[in-house]
Structures are given as structure tokens and as C-alpha cells.
Nanobody, 122 residues
Framework: QVQLVESGGGLVQAGGSLRLSCTAS?????MGWFRQAPGKEREFVAA????????YVANSVKGRFTISKDNAKNTLYLQMNSLKPEDTAVYYC??????????????????WGQGTQVTVSS
């Protein structure tokens, strides 16, 4: 069983920045971030391999969001810059222990955090 604990969400003005963190129990593995806005399906944001290499981000956040991983701390990060109101959502950390490379399909992830709210005001 993998436990994921997220932190770092909050309210920020458009153009601002936030950094989300997700601490995982157990060994390292492929991990990712997803988000879900009210009335919408959960969507992929970013993913990274178990080694912390090969980061991959969705086109909607490319150039603004950066995913990284500190394996010594078993912690995943999502640095979010130039935030827009459309980035408002609950952000979820997820783990894909069946895989070593970065995964962007929701079905590849077996464990999920509780979610953290990010609200961007205009």
C-alpha cells in the first residue's frame, strides 16, 4: 500500500506561483499530478519517471509548470508559475508502482492522494 500526502495548495492571484508537494511512503516509483475542476473530468497535468528523470507535462501547462522529484525525501513537487484562472482545480498526486517511466494515462495510476485545492483569482 502506498500513502500519498499532498500540501501547498491555496489561493493566488493570476500570474502568481505555487508549489505543490507530495510525500510518498515506501519505495520510489513513477509518479504524476492530475487535476479536476468542478463539473469536469480529472485530467493529466504532469508525470515523471521513478528515477526523477524524463519529466512530461501537458500542453496546457507547458512552459509554466515544472514537475520534479527528490527520491532521497520520497517527495514529488509541482512548481506552478504564471497561474491562470483556468488552472483552478483540485490537484491530485498519484503513484504508478507498476511502471518505471513517466505515465500520462489515469488508468496507469494505482494510488492517489487526498487532493489539494488550487484557486486562481482573476
Amino acid at each position: 500500500q502506498v500513502q500519498l500526502v499532498e500540501s501547498g495548495g491555496g489561493l493566488v492571484q493570476a500570474g502568481g506561483s505555487l508549489r505543490l508537494s507530495c510525500t510518498a511512503s515506501g519505495r520510489t516509483f513513477s509518479m504524476g499530478w492530475f487535476r479536476q475542476a468542478p463539473g469536469k473530468e480529472r485530467e493529466f497535468v504532469a508525470a515523471i519517471s521513478w528515477t526523477g528523470s524524463s519529466p512530461y507535462v501537458a500542453n496546457s501547462v507547458k512552459g509554466r509548470f515544472t514537475i520534479s522529484k527528490d527520491n532521497a525525501k520520497n517527495t514529488l513537487y509541482l512548481q506552478m508559475n504564471s497561474l491562470k484562472p483556468e488552472d483552478t482545480a483540485v490537484y491530485y498526486c498519484a503513484a504508478a508502482p507498476r511502471y518505471g517511466n513517466a505515465r500520462y494515462e489515469l488508468a496507469d495510476y494505482d494510488f492517489w492522494g487526498q487532493g489539494t485545492q488550487v484557486t486562481v483569482s482573476s
